[in-house]
């Protein structure tokens, strides 16, 4: 009865991990069935390095350089902001806050967590665009704006896993350091960091793949031009916000080549995690 | 703690959020001088508001391509250029930011002094400032007596020819009692119009498109079921070529699209013509500008005039 039971649950994980699996597949499928055929039909080159994106023209263009290099800035802008912001604060929980603050700060980091993307976008507009608007110029709707609101968003998943991987450390770590006449801050930038490095840096790509993923938020902020980046302050349309305004009134090439869009996101993130491996496993 | 912890940060966004919505300047109301011949772009502007910078660039706001009221802007402003050959450029500056429904577009101008945007005439409210067009003010009498000129049909589609509850429905938005709720902000199309009696159908119904035809379109499925209460009928928002491509797909019942349908959609769908309904040209109540000609709209739209003074004389 004992070896059924154990047989019966063995099925039961099995199952679950073919569903994730599948799942992965299932989407890899129809990505590629369907987004393929549209890169040949527009010219694999027109469609990655064309500059103009005009779907109602007769005829079209369906160039997507410039939701490719939207994307790129726009993440990047945030990792910039939210990155060393995200790690500094995961540091702070983690060494040097006091127990009674630990115990409100850490829920309020994972509030942040919690907050629909929907809610950000809004806080964006209603806050952001006008403060961008008003401090640096432009009309507030750009690239800069969308950073700053991605910065905020990507918080708490780099403080979440950093904060975890630098509790992971051995205490012995920092003790060692101290004991041969390191400084609190000398240790725990110079040995406990270091040492939970790994762990930092895959809060990082999460971090990626969340900005680079987010579409509600920006598409609020970020102006939604489908023209080459001109400038920080500047509005920009990204591959995500793209594949939200049109896939609604999309149809034949227009919604293949959306789903071909769709595809470039895929292999984006597919690159991102694929180098962050590489880099584990040079490091080891 | 963590409940405690929640409620005080809820309250502070709510209160955060509050602070920053800026009040709107107040309307200017000087009277507006002669248009200008629509060969040359001109403008006529009230009194300059105390702190409207001209030299300021223009915030140009469109909508997203699939959108109805951008279908017709652009083309009754001559915006979007076709060819011999039967080549169609919409010519729309890529500096425009695009906003994607009618409130959202709205939104961006309210909350922005050096934007201009345009939007469907009976979604309009006292958050902007609707423009006079070569001398016509935005108003449904004006588009009524062809002295407003920027206008563009409201249509619903059906996949072949309704029945059921879709068709009584419809029957319903063409009667005299349908008509009447359309010409609250809109024109109806058919002033004598004969009374409506419901052939009561009941089940479920759903209606898909143009976010500048769904503010009429919930008053009359609001003034339907008020006459028949067994009818279900779900309004869905997006825009207008989304609702003629979810007709021709059968995911809804009717397509709601305020512009003309394309040939490609005429094949497939048969469509009705519920109203007439102005497309508003937009500026911030803070902007002094009152009027502009169609050359000037063009001038904007195309990226040809970037700055307030280029427009404001």
Redesign the interface.
């Known amino acids: 009865m004992k070896q059924f039971r154990e047989s019966a649950m063995r099925l039961v994980f099995f199952i679950a991990a073919l569903t994730s699996i599948l799942a992965v597949l299932l989407i890899c499928v129809f990505l590629f069935a369907n987004g393929i055929p549209a890169m040949s039909k527009v010219g694999f080159f027109d469609f990655i390095l064309g500059e103009n994106w005009?779907?109602?023209?007769?005829?079209p263009s369906f160039g997507i350089l410039p939701m490719i290099l939207g994307s790129v800035y726009i993440t990047a802008g945030a990792l910039i902001i939210g990155v060393p912001i995200g790690i500094l604060t995961a540091v702070f929980l983690a060494k040097y806050c006091p127990q009674r603050a630990h115990?409100?700060l850490k829920?309020?980091v994972d509030?942040l967590a919690g907050i629909p993307s929907v809610v950000y976008g809004?806080?964006g507009?209603?806050?952001l665009?006008?403060f961008v608007?008003d401090n640096f110029g432009?009309?507030?709707?750009s690239i800069l704006t969308a950073s700053i609101l991605l910065g905020i968003m990507i918080l708490p998943t780099i403080v979440s896993v950093s904060e975890s991987a630098i509790r992971a450390v051995p205490q012995e770590y920092y003790e060692n350091a101290v004991a041969l006449g390191a400084t609190h801050e000398r240790a725990v930038f110079r040995v406990v960091l270091p040492a939970a490095k790994s762990g930092v840096f895959a809060s990082v790509v999460l971090g990626v793949g969340r900005a680079i993923g987010e579409a509600m938020a920006v598409?609020?902020v970020a102006?939604?031009?489908?023209?080459m980046p001109a400038g920080l302050l500047?509005?920009i349309?990204t591959l995500t916000t793209n594949i939200v305004?049109?896939m609604?009134?999309?149809?034949d090439l227009h919604r293949e080549v959306l789903i071909a869009t769709g595809v470039v996101l895929f292999v984006f993130i597919l690159i991102i995690n694929i180098s962050f491996s590489l880099i584990k496993r040079r490091q080891k | 703690m963590k409940r405690i912890l929640a409620c005080v940060l809820a309250v502070v966004m709510v209160f955060a959020l509050a602070a920053c919505g800026a009040p709107a300047a107040e309307d200017s109301s000087s009277p507006s001088a002669s248009a200008g011949s629509s060969s040359s772009p001109s403008a006529s502007a009230s009194a300059p508001a105390s702190d409207f910078d001209s030299t300021r660039e223009i915030s140009v706001v469109s909508r997203e391509d699939g959108s109805g009221t951008r279908g017709a802007f652009i083309e009754l402003f001559g915006i979007e250029e076709k060819g011999e050959d039967g080549t169609k450029t919409d010519k729309t500056t890529k500096e425009a930011a695009i906003a994607n429904r009618t409130d959202v577009m709205l939104t961006n101008i309210a909350g922005n002094e050096y934007a201009i945007g345009y939007v469907s005439l009976g979604s309009l409210n006292e958050t902007v400032k609707a423009l006079k067009i070569d001398g016509a003010e935005a108003t449904a009498e004006n588009v009524k007596n062809g002295t407003y000129k920027v206008s563009r049909p409201f249509n619903i589609a059906t996949k072949g020819e309704p029945t059921g509850l879709a068709k009584d429905f419809i029957n319903f938005i063409l009667s005299k009692e349908g008509q009447e709720v359309v010409s609250g902000d809109y024109i109806a199309v058919n002033d004598n119009a004969e009374a409506f009696k419901s052939d009561n159908s009941t089940g479920k119904i759903v209606i898909a498109g143009s976010s500048s035809v769904s503010p009429v379109m919930e008053k009359l499925v609001e003034a339907y079921k008020a006459i028949n209460t067994g009818a279900e009928i779900e309004i869905q928002t997006n825009d207008s070529t989304a609702g003629m491509t979810a007709a021709m797909d059968g995911t809804c019942d009717i397509g709601m699209a305020s512009r003309e349908l394309k040939d490609s959609e005429l094949a497939e769908l048969t469509p009705t013509q519920i109203a007439i309904d102005g497309i508003a040209v937009i500026v911030n109540n803070a902007n002094p500008l009152e009027e502009l000609d169609n050359a000037a709209v063009k001038s904007i739209y195309t990226g040809e005039a970037t700055t307030w003074d280029q427009i404001i004389k």
Do not use: C, H
Request: aromatic content about 8%.
């Open positions: 005009a779907p109602q023209d007769v005829p115990r409100i829920p309020a509030l809004f806080f507009l209603v806050v665009v006008p608007r432009g009309d507030g709707s598409i609020m102006g939604n031009q489908a023209r500047k509005g349309r305004t049109e609604g009134y999309a149809a």
